[in-house]
């Protein structure tokens, strides 16, 4: 089993549509969790942390399931900006940062 | 701007020629960190160095290396590219001056090719 998994994806979605991505991550002692934007060629970039109280930035909210080991992103109004690849980043305690293979999103006119 | 800067950008190297990748930071962050990145896969952690320590994957072959000089700069040492070593080659830093390990700050990137 992959330390933190994500549906690759693509998800094709029209602009102002609503779509959520899912991850899950297999040690239970996580402290950190984070999701990242990576467009192409590019390096990740932070788009948010995910707290266990849920949070919420813009049109992006992140929620985090601490007991079934998971972390959602939700991104309202989709805008054709927002393509791009969303990593799931999961801090497994100290220095191991874990990143997910991430989920493709394209937003069509 | 406080920032993470790779050099070169691309890098094109020889089967088996050694390559050296650099990264320099003025965040004064303590902890920096290189990832590879292969085409639709995560990046992959290697190695990272907490202060002038030196902390390897077990996964990480022999043939990656990396020196740490001062906190502003990190090197990553390829000392006999496969074509499997193609990659894009990522630093990062990150600090724990809040006692916990922070999110990560990264580098544009240096793309490897090996012919």
Same mark, same amino acid.
């Given at each position: 089993?992959? $330390? ?10 029209? $602009? ?16 950190? %969790?984070?999701?990242?934007?990576? &467009? ?12 266990s ?11 985090l399931n601490r007991a079934?080991?998971? @972390?959602?992103?939700? @991104? ?8 791009? =690849? ?10 191991? =940062? @874990? ?6 999103? %394209?937003?069509?006119? | ?11 094109? =190297? ?32 290697? %190695?990272?160095?907490? &202060?002038?320590?030196?902390?390897? $994957? ?16 990190? %090197? ?25 390990? $922070? ?6 990137? =240096? ?5």
């Open positions: 089993r992959k $330390e933190v998994e994500q549906d690759p994806g693509p998800f094709n979605v029209p $602009e102002g549509a609503t779509v959520a991505f899912n991850c899950t991550y297999s040690n239970s002692a996580s402290q950190s %969790f984070f999701w990242y934007r990576q &467009d192409c060629r590019k390096e990740p970039k932070l788009l948010m942390s995910v707290y109280s849920g949070n919420e930035d813009g049109r992006f909210t992140a929620q079934s080991q998971y @972390i959602s992103l939700l @991104i309202r109004d989709s805008k054709l900006s927002d393509s791009a =690849t969303y990593l799931c980043v999961v801090n497994m305690g100290g220095f191991k =940062t @874990i990143f997910g293979a991430g989920t493709r999103l %394209f937003v069509k006119a | 701007d406080a920032m993470v800067i790779q050099n070169p950008r691309y890098q094109v =190297t020889q089967f088996g020629k050694p390559v050296t990748l650099s990264c320099s930071q003025t965040l004064n962050h303590n902890v920096m960190y290189w990832y590879q990145q292969k085409s639709s896969q995560a990046p992959k952690l290697l %190695f990272h160095y907490y &202060d002038k320590d030196f902390n390897n $994957e077990a996964d990480t072959p022999d043939n990656f290396q990396s020196r740490r000089p001062n906190t502003s700069f990190c %090197f990553l040492d390829i000392r006999s590219p496969g074509l499997g070593d193609a990659a894009m080659y990522l630093c990062a830093t990150s600090s724990d001056e809040g006692g916990t390990n $922070e999110k990560l700050f990264f580098g544009s990137g =240096t793309q490897l090719s090996v012919l």
